[in-house]
């Protein structure tokens, strides 16, 4: 009985404590930032030196690929961070307990009800510990994933967690909201490229301070019009911000005729992204070297493959293959690495060309 007590008082202090050092998280951390990097023929990482050392730091990327672009920040540096995810996943038990493992909060959104958002102040408290304790916390601004080279109108929960952490301990430390572009090569699919563009960091704390000195006698911040004005005023300095991190297409109505203008020709530092391509002499040599162990690892391996073309099949969302597919391959990779790593390779390799191929012809 006192065993299970004490069971039960960890999991309570982990629940409480969501931002603190954790065994478990930790061990599996690098297994998990490892596998995420594989699942992409290439990760490019651009702006590294923009992350902020002097201060309470909150990522704010684009969302368009569901539980990828959460993967995508963790794995920008080795350091535990903090998530929010949509409430709505929490509501089973078993998924919020192991959400809240991955030190992911549950945060409600204006399409859950009016009376639903007033109860992310326990989010918002977490938050403020997490930032108050040095671990970065990531926030997706637009609050829905939308796979196209766009961006929805941000949300006003980031604002308000930066500027409670002012509040709270703005004289201590600089709080920053660092912008950050994801660029993925294929929404879809993994095995292709991702670009991660890390733009200038905002100082909340000097825009505050600049924000003040402006204000008329008797005027605050705490004041719900001046309030208001303060942050649609971060939120269009975020938005531009994070526009140059992508490849930013404003107009809907002619999106695809857009997006084409725009990667024939595209602005820094999309300029100089690397065109990555394996020699056909090099997969040959390969392919004549492993080819009996690639074809056993690939009828071994054919009943599992054929389980994820099942659950993609599911998954309505084309949008969360990427995320399904990486769960998947998380649990089954490992556990048959020999016998599945050739076919991991080459499979990888030979989609990819595939697909250019295919989109060079179109």
Known sequence: MQKKYYLCAFFVKTMADIQEKDRI?????????????C???????????NIPTDGAVIFAPNHVNALCDAMAILTIDNKRKVFVARADMFKNKKAAWLLNGL??????????GANEVLKNDETEDKAIATLHDGVPFCIL??????????????????????????????QEKPIYIVPVGLEYGDYFHLWNTLYINIGKPIN????????????????????S??????????????????????????????????????SENPPKPFDKFKKHRI?????????VLLSPLFLVSAVITFPLWLVW????????DPAFHNSVQFLWQFVWIPLTLFITLPFWMFLQEYVYQARKLKNSNN
């Open 25 to 37: 998280y930790d061990f599996f951390h690098p297994l998990v930032n490892r596998m995420f990097r």
């Open 141 to 170: 601004p637009e609050g829905t994933h939308r796979p196209m080279h766009s961006l929805l109108p941000l949300g006003k929960g980031v604002f308000r967690i930066a500027l409670r952490a002012y509040e709270e301990f703005g």
């Open 279 to 287: 020699p056909k002499w090099l997969l040959i040599v390969c392919l």
């Open 225 to 262: 019009h001046t309030r208001a004005i303060l942050i649609n005023e971060l939120r269009d300095i975020l938005t531009q911000r994070m526009r140059e991190q992508i490849l930013w297409v404003p107009d809907d109505e002619h999106y695809d005729e857009n997006f084409k203008r725009l």
């Open 204 to 223: 909340i704390s000097q825009q505050i301070r600049d924000f003040e000195s402006k204000l008329e006698p008797g005027d605050s911040i705490q004041q």
């Open 309 to 316: 073309f099942i659950i993609r099949s599911v998954v309505k």
């Open 103 to 112: 030190k992911i909060m549950p945060i409600r959104r204006m399409r859950d």
């Open 39 to 49: 699942s992409f023929r290439h990760i490019t990482y651009i702006g590294k030196e």
